[in-house]
């Protein structure tokens, strides 16, 4: 398959107007994904379904992620004159970034063996602004996953043929798997509890 | 049983014929027994169990009934579809939150005398998924349980012991007096509440009259 740099650079050629960015990956699997702007997605998700060097035709796999406020510490090293002599300082700045859910998409290509390319869709925030694009009017195995998506995160994803929840029942208010979810309190009996399950049984014992 | 409670009071807790008249009458090809020992024979003898299952233990319920293990040795093959002519309810797998309601309401749509065997870690407490928050910590919060079976799966092995154990409970039941089943006694339940799946988790999130939870001595 092409590179990733290369890729991004073929989407922004075709779909004009397009914001692609890569997502830099420090862990050890080192494997880079790309940003999607979610406007659009659509017309993204055609070209690399189309593309003749991609040809990426199947979807394996839709994720949600669910990304908190957090304070993002970045170290940079800044020459300064300490007591009359030039020396590098490492210094430390933090900026806030505000939370977001992310919808994940693995795409692989079973015409040309290859993949997986990895696409992102970011909401504006957790609460509000939670829209993406769907992409089951491309890949049509999408369907049941983004409906997970919708089900357990709470992502909307407009365009989608029959957007409902599917794991949870219909009058359930929360999204159980956002990092703030907190379970219902059933834990009066907990034969071998510990950690925060430990905390929470003894709510229940008897004083 | 077409008798009132007095008479069959007399016909079923009385000692019966001793030991000698019995065998003097069965030399004579006349065998006595007692109707509550023949009532009990015939059912225990005889329990159609529900066929359905939510999930892995289903599998070895299935096994369980298959030539190999052969649970019609002991009367309990006619798998039932339909809730109506089922005797026995095998809760075999996991029970989601989901799910429960529709496990109460089968066991409500069930006839008297029904028995419950909660198959596996998962029906019996929530197993590996209890402290989740979309599994049922047990059907014994809603459903009475006869017979517990640990094990993730049990192998049909323990399912047949579960069915052996409540063929013993069956058969030790005696038709009258204060511990008479519940399908004797016109007071008792037959049908439980069904709980509603509301906006956190389904209510009530246990039946008070089945289940409370157990004081643990630490």
């Known amino acids: 398959m092409l590179a990733i740099d290369q890729i991004a650079r073929r989407i922004q050629d075709a779909v004009p107007g397009v914001r692609v960015e890569v997502i830099p990956n420090d862990t050890p699997s080192a494997q880079l994904s790309l940003l999607i702007s ?18 990426l035709d199947y979807a394996s796999s839709v994720t949600g992620v669910d990304w908190l406020d957090a304070v993002i510490k970045t170290k940079t090293k800044v020459k300064k004159v300490v007591d009359g002599v030039e020396k590098e300082v490492e210094e430390t700045t933090e900026t806030k970034r ?8 693995h795409l692989y290509s079973m015409r040309l063996k290859h993949g997986p390319l990895i696409i992102r869709q970011r909401t504006g925030n957790r609460s509000d602004q939670n829209h993406v694009t769907s992409l089951t009017p491309v890949w049509r195995g999408c369907e049941f996953q983004e409906r997970e998506v919708y089900d357990l995160y709470g992502v909307v994803l407009d365009g989608h043929p029959d957007l409902r929840r599917v794991l949870m029942w219909d009058g359930f208010k929360h999204y159980p798997m956002r990092k703030d979810y907190v379970p219902p309190d059933d834990f009066e009996y ?15 014992y008897p004083q | 049983m077409g008798m009132d409670e007095r008479s069959a009071h007399v016909e079923m807790n009385t000692p019966g014929p001793d030991e000698g008249l019995r065998s003097e009458l069965s030399k004579q090809g006349i065998f006595t027994v ?14 159609w169990p529900l066929q359905f299952g939510l999930a892995c233990c289903a599998i070895e319920m299935i096994a369980a009934s298959m030539a190999r293990y052969d ?34 309401r089968l066991y409500n749509q069930m006839p008297e005398p029904k028995y419950v065997i909660a198959m596996g870690a998962c029906a ?33 092995e323990a399912l047949m012991h579960a069915f052996m154990t409540l063929q013993r409970k069956i058969d030790a039941q005696a038709l009258t007096g204060e511990n008479r089943p519940r399908h004797l006694d016109p007071a008792a339940p037959s049908e439980f509440p069904v709980p509603a799946l509301g906006e956190d988790d389904i209510v009530p999130a246990k039946n008070e009259r089945v289940w409370e939870a157990p004081v643990l001595i630490r």
């Open chain 1, 38 to 55: 979610t406007e659009h997605a659509l017309a993204v998700a055609n070209f690399l379904k189309t593309d003749s060097e991609l040809q």
């Open chain 1, 98 to 105: 505000p939370g977001y859910l992310e919808v994940v998409y």
């Open chain 1, 190 to 204: 907990e034969p071998t509890p510990h950690g925060e399950v430990h905390a929470r049984a003894k709510e229940h």
């Open chain 2, 34 to 47: 007692k109707l509550q020992d023949m009532y009990n024979w015939g059912r225990k003898n005889s329990i």
């Open chain 2, 71 to 104: 649970l019609a040795r002991f009367g309990a093959e006619v798998f039932r579809p339909s809730p109506r002519q089922a005797d026995l309810m095998i809760v075999a797998g996991t029970v989601t939150k989901k799910m429960a309601p529709q496990v109460v």
């Open chain 2, 124 to 156: 019996i407490s929530g197993g590996p998924f209890k402290q989740g928050y979309n599994v049922l910590k047990g059907i014994d919060r809603y459903i009475p349980v006869d017979v517990h079976i640990p094990g993730c799966p049990p192998r049909p």
